[in-house]
């Protein structure tokens, strides 16, 4: 039985350099590549690839005020008892993209892209 590719849907806002914010659904790879790339240019916002409400990913700066600081990744598989945050002191544009990557191709593959520790919300 052949696996279902969900509908995905890529959202970024806040940038301090255009494109401020938008939305796009079904996404491309290149096109979530190249809009998480594009956050490491800035020093403020966020992107968020999602299958759902409930299972996405998303990235922002670690610390706001210092974006050398590198990024944060989070995750959430299908509810917010199991949302996790990527447990690396420093996740580079190039890593978090990586894993934006696998979540594009496969949503569950994320699990095995960590060290992830779980998080409340």
């Not at 190249?34 to 968020?48: A, E, K, N, P, W």
């Not at 544009?93 to 699990?111: H, M, Y």
């Amino acid at each position: 039985m052949a696996k279902v590719k969900h509908a995905l849907t890529l959202e970024w806002a806040d940038f301090d350099v255009e494109p401020t914010d938008g939305v796009v659904d079904q996404p491309t790879l290149d096109d979530v590549e190249s809009i998480v790339r594009h956050l490491g240019l800035c020093s403020t916002g966020f992107v968020i690839l999602r299958r759902d409400d409930l299972t996405y990913i998303q990235t922002t700066f670690r610390e706001l005020d210092d974006p050398d600081e590198g990024l944060i990744v989070e995750w959430q598989d299908g509810g917010t008892d199991r949302h996790f945050e990527l447990d690396e002191p420093y996740v580079s544009v190039d890593r978090a993209e990586a894993l934006f990557r696998r979540f594009f191709q496969e949503p569950e593959s994320v699990a095995s892209g960590g060290p992830w520790k779980p998080m409340r919300v």
